[in-house]
Nanobody
Framework: QVQLVESGGGLVQAGGSLRLSCVAS????????MGWYRQAPGKRRELVAL???????DYLDSVKGRFTIFRANAWHTVYLQMDSLKPEDTAVYYC???????????????WGQGTQVTVSS
């Protein structure tokens, strides 16, 4: 049992910033990778960013240079710093976790409820 709770979404103007937080609890020993997915209406779900328990990160091409994923030292909280936001970043953002990075890329075993990010133009 792993529980994930996201926070930090909201409404911002294009060019602004938000920081999303994901707090994990429960049987966290099994988690080896965490990340953020997003899904907008009419679009496919995208893995925006991931981080492994070893600190390796990867990003969706469209957010490289603008978004940063990082974690707390205790490996129970993961953040997504989003800068230079664009209207196309508008989506529901979900925190996800999995025992492996491969599993996370293929959907993840654990999911939060999502937090809405809306970027106005």
């Amino acid at each position: 049992q792993v529980q994930l709770v996201e926070s930090g979404g909201g409404l911002v103007q294009a060019g602004g910033s938000l920081r999303l937080s994901c707090v994990a609890s429960g049987s966290f020993f099994s988690v080896g990778a965490m990340g953020w997915y997003r899904q907008a209406p009419g679009k496919r779900r995208e893995l925006v960013a991931l981080i492994t328990s070893d600190g390796i990160t990867d990003y969706l091409d469209s957010v490289k240079g603008r978004f940063t994923i990082f974690r707390a030292n205790a490996w129970h909280t993961v953040y997504l710093q989003m800068d230079s936001l664009k209207p196309e970043d508008t989506a529901v953002y979900y925190c996800a976790a999995d025992p492996t990075p491969y599993g996370l890329r293929n959907g993840g075993d654990y999911w939060g409820q999502g937090t809405q990010v809306t970027v106005s133009s």
